[in-house]
């Protein structure tokens, strides 16, 4: 039996086990959505082709497990966007793009573009299928690419006439791998001497802590990172903008490693003798392993899953090849060994630490008067995760208000807000992606509310995507903190220009809420702070698509405010 190509890409993914598949349906997609539906896999079509990019990492990113985009050749264009998002996370979303045939490839073929070229530097893999019959080599290739190692988001184009030719149903099967099932990814182990050296640091030291990053969470490591925490009573901080490895509101936990936004970090970076980072990367974020984030007196120590990754760590101190896991696990042996002898005072400093800048921080929320009746940004961000309860899902966009936000979780967190998950844009924080990942966290939570918070400009550069929620009808509350402009931008104009004002950085008036009565949601327009919580709360309560649309004054954020000096810095470095 013969079949199109676009039916043997479907198979192929099918017997990967891809349970969801994003895609704008254009006339190159026919063959493959025709083997999708034979294969009774679920497909969204979206409204554009960076919103199914967006929908396909935010799902990847939650279940920790690939999923699929597939956009046309001109689509290619409108989702790398989200490919570079997914590359930012490390999001292993199998990005599936049209090509023009390869008959009059070169002579300026229909919607003819490289996107082979275009996409190499934004994906771990990046090729042009060459013969029908590959096909199922090809997505076999990409899967474990994607999956291994130091995962990420891959890339396969398909010449349209491959896609739309006919091949043998078991094309590729006289070759091995004869069976391309789904399997799990290879660990790495760490070579015992290197593992003794880093357990030795810690046993010694007498002011340890961990940073957590990205690699513990597609691992599933992050279970064993709160038992290291608890047994050991290490303080445990993470990166930011990633999903939540240990509830805020842990003992162990202290919060985001960021010396610009959350001072308790900074105080424990200084005091540290040995500090372990598992899974992240010494990147802008960490100032690339450099004083003054790390001491010279620290040993910094990396611990990554992938030679990719300790290659992007070269700066460490001590670097160890190890699956998170498998560190966490000879770490907390320690204890059992009878080398562990840390005493509870230096965690317990770290609480005292994180009290104190909690209590500092909703002291110096202005007051009403000063805001001019309007909410304050973080004001805002505390009040809508009071409104939640505990096992809700927050989802939070890109710009000043995710900077906010994430102060926010921290003090919440503090006192005693137990989230179900957070998402957050990724290391590029881009603007417009909160509504796609709240709608794929509705999608795996539906008996939870899902909240998305964003700013006006955020929501302007994504939130075409709400349609894919009103769609499906997966009823998330968007939260859209309205200062009316590009506020994070505006504020560092007013210190970089010199008659100390900003240019080209308004919006008008924006009803946002009547945008989603219009369509069928709900909608409130919020004034002032006394009207937000019970808002929030009639909103999550419609059961609708809805929409929280709050008047807020802008304010410039701790982590803009630290890195952008008077006419000296544009801009975060």
Not at 82 to 109: C, L
Request: aromatic share 8%.
């Amino acid at each position: 039996m013969k079949i199109r190509g676009g039916a043997l890409l479907a198979n192929a993914f099918k017997e990967k086990g891809v349970t969801q598949v994003f895609t704008l349906a254009g006339g190159f997609c026919n063959p493959a959505l025709e083997g999708f539906m034979q294969n009774e896999m679920p497909v969204i079509n979206a409204p554009h082709e960076q919103v199914a990019g967006h929908l396909a990492d935010g799902l990847t990113r939650i279940t920790r497990k690939p999923t699929v985009c597939l956009v046309g050749p001109e689509g290619f264009a409108n989702a790398v966007p989200a490919i570079m998002e997914a590359w930012g996370e490390r999001s292993p979303v199998i990005f599936v793009t049209g090509s023009s045939t390869q008959k009059r490839e070169g002579s300026g073929g229909f919607k003819e573009i490289d996107d082979v070229t275009i996409a190499g530097p934004l994906t771990k893999y990046s090729a042009s299928v060459t013969s029908g019959e590959r096909i199922p080599e090809f997505v076999d290739r990409a899967w474990k690419i994607a999956t291994s190692g130091y995962p990420g988001p891959v890339h396969l184009s398909i010449p349209v006439d491959i896609m739309f030719s006919s091949y043998e149903e078991d094309s590729g099967r006289e070759e091995r791998p004869f069976s391309r099932e789904l399997r799990g990814p290879h660990r790495a182990w760490p070579c015992p001497e290197d593992l003794e050296h880093v357990l030795s640091l810690l046993a010694n030291a007498k002011h340890p802590m961990i940073i957590g990053g990205h690699g513990v969470w597609w691992s599933g490591a992050e279970k064993k990172l709160e038992q290291a925490g608890r047994v050991l009573g290490i303080p445990i901080f993470n990166v930011p903008y990633h999903q939540k490895l240990i509830g805020e509101e842990h003992e162990a936990y202290m919060g985001l490693a960021d010396v610009h936004q959350y001072p308790p970090s900074k105080f424990a970076l200084e005091q540290s003798d040995v500090c372990v980072m598992v899974g992240g990367r010494l990147d802008n974020q960490m100032n690339f392993g450099n004083p003054p984030f790390f001491p010279e007196s620290t040993t910094l120590v990396c611990v990554n899953g992938s030679h990719e990754e300790i290659e992007l760590n070269r700066a460490a101190d001590v670097q160890l090849l190890s699956d998170p896991g498998a560190f966490f696990d000879a770490l907390i042996g320690l204890k059992d060994t009878g080398r562990w002898f840390l005493k509870d005072t230096w965690i317990n400093t770290n609480r005292v630490k994180r009290g104190e800048w909690v209590e500092k921080t909703l002291a110096d929320i202005p007051s009403v008067e000063e805001t001019e009746g309007k909410c304050h940004p973080l004001q805002l961000a505390i009040d809508v995760q009071e409104a939640m309860e505990d096992g809700d899902w927050l989802v939070i966009d890109g710009g000043n208000t995710h900077f906010w936000s994430e102060i926010a979780i921290n003090v919440a967190g503090w006192q005693g807000k137990k989230l179900g998950n957070i998402l957050h844009p990724g290391t590029f924080s881009l603007l417009g992606v909160g509504v796609s990942f709240g709608t794929t966290a509705k999608m795996v939570n539906p008996d939870k509310n899902v909240v998305v918070v964003s700013g006006d400009g955020a929501f302007l550069s994504g939130g075409l995507s709400i349609e894919a929620a009103f769609q499906e009808n997966l009823p998330i509350t968007v939260i859209i903190d309205n200062n009316g402009g590009l506020d994070c931008i505006s504020q560092q104009q007013e210190r970089l220009f010199a008659n100390e004002k900003h240019f080209a950085t308004d919006f008008r008036d924006i009803p946002f809420h009547t945008m989603f009565e219009g369509m069928g949601g709900h909608g409130e327009l919020v004034e002032t702070r006394d009207q937000l919580i019970p808002a929030v709360k009639r909103a999550m309560a419609s059961g609708k698509v809805a929409c929280v649309n709050v008047k807020a004054k802008g304010y410039i954020s701790p982590i803009v405010l630290a890195t952008t000096d008077k006419r000296d810095k544009a801009s975060i470095e």
